[in-house]
């Protein structure tokens, strides 16, 4: 696990690539918000809006059904810039305090959930030491740090403020062992076994643990068989699970060189992704997961947290993405772990030794306790 100076020197160093089976580069995302200060407003980034489709009016309406747009009832989202320092004082929390400022600048602010410590210029922070990736990047403006109103709504209010995610009394999990089948995911670099084999055997490993927590457990499949993206969200469905978690490992081929965890939740509405493998990344559009997005990052950051310190691995952070089709469908909470990199001999090793993927599953388990 790297430590927070380690993780804020090598932020400007890292080489983003992530992903399974190909070599996926993480975006950059949006160029840096424009922001210009006018009587202390700052003005927020220009996200592309993606406005619905109206049927063309008709007079005739007693014969034409006409399918309006569901009516929606999420609350709008933030998207100014705020004072950090007011957004404090809104939740009685002590006002951020500066922590670097050589060679990067960097500012915490706390709640007694944990710490946030956020980067000027980096869309990297962390949560009480472990990565977590922002829409946007933090600013400085007239001495006053500024956060964009999304990030602070839905990254820096579910951790530092509100209540942690409980799990009440439908305590069904589904597990989903990433590929399988003729989809066999990446290969391991050392003998190029496929991904399949390990997301499998941990999924098994982490059942039984988890059903000694008193969890109803249903794996999206038992034995080596291709199950679509789409039915393994209806399979959580069709089981009423109150939880999804689907088990990944990564690859950067050609590259040896990339290691450590990465997890993953669906982009809340408005926010760039951290990873979009070329698929579009539209700001504003909106999926059934997006219910879930308090919960989402909760989870996200308890689970990776948990794995991270079992494992030992280097922290790549929780992370962003839209186009993840066993996520972005799920209405309930629903996050995807990649456990580490195929594609670095010395991951691979650790990731082809059953021990590694006990510890990984039991890390897992505990936060489902
Ligand atoms: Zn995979």
Redesign the pocket.
């Known amino acids: 696990m790297l430590k927070f100076a380690e993780l804020i020197f090598g932020a400007s160093l890292l080489l983003l690539l992530a992903?399974?089976?190909t070599t996926p580069r993480e975006e950059t995302g949006p160029p840096p918000a424009e922001i210009t200060v006018t009587n202390a407003v700052v003005v927020p980034p220009k996200p592309v809006v993606i406005r619905p489709v109206l049927p063309p009016a008709t007079n005739n309406s007693s014969d034409v059904h006409i399918n309006l747009p569901p009516k929606i009832t999420r609350p709008a989202p933030i998207l100014t810039w705020t004072s950090l320092n007011n957004w404090a004082v809104r939740h009685k929390l002590s006002p951020p305090r500066k922590v670097a400022s050589s060679p990067i600048t960097a500012y915490a602010i706390g709640s007694p959930k944990g710490v946030m410590t956020l980067i000027i210029g980096s869309r990297e922070a962390t949560w009480n030491g472990v990565g977590i990736h922002l829409g946007y990047a933090p600013e400085v403006i007239d001495n006053q740090l500024f956060v964009y109103g999304l990030d602070l709504q839905k990254n820096l209010e579910p951790l530092l403020v509100n209540e942690p995610l409980t799990f009440g009394t439908n305590r069904v999990v589904v597990i989903d062992p990433?590929?399988g089948g003729i989809n066999g995911?990446?290969i391991s670099v050392l003998d190029k076994r496929p991904?399949k084999d390990f997301?499998l055997d941990c999924a098994r490993r982490l059942k039984p643990l988890l059903e000694a927590s008193g969890w109803q457990v249903f794996l999206t499949h038992t034995n080596d068989v291709d199950v679509a993206l789409s039915n393994r969200v209806t399979f959580a469905e069709m089981h009423h699970a109150s939880l999804f978690i689907s088990l990944?490992?990564?690859s950067a081929a050609p590259s040896h060189r990339e290691s450590g965890l990465e997890t993953y939740c669906l982009t809340p509405v408005g926010l760039p992704s951290t990873l979009t493998r070329g698929n579009p990344d539209f700001l504003f559009q909106s999926f059934p997961n997006n219910d879930s997005d308090e919960a989402n990052i909760q989870l996200a950051m308890r689970l990776h947290t948990a794995v991270l310190r079992a494992s030992g691995e280097e922290d790549r952070g929780v992370r962003r993405a839209r186009f993840m089709g066993v996520l972005h469908g799920q209405r309930r909470p629903a996050v995807l772990i990649?456990g580490g990199f195929l594609s670095n001999p010395s991951e691979a090793q650790h990731i082809e030794n059953a021990d590694f993927r006990q510890k990984i599953a039991e890390a897992i388990a505990s936060v489902l306790r």
């Open positions: 992903g399974c089976a990433g590929h995911g990446t991904e997301t990944h490992f990564n990649e």
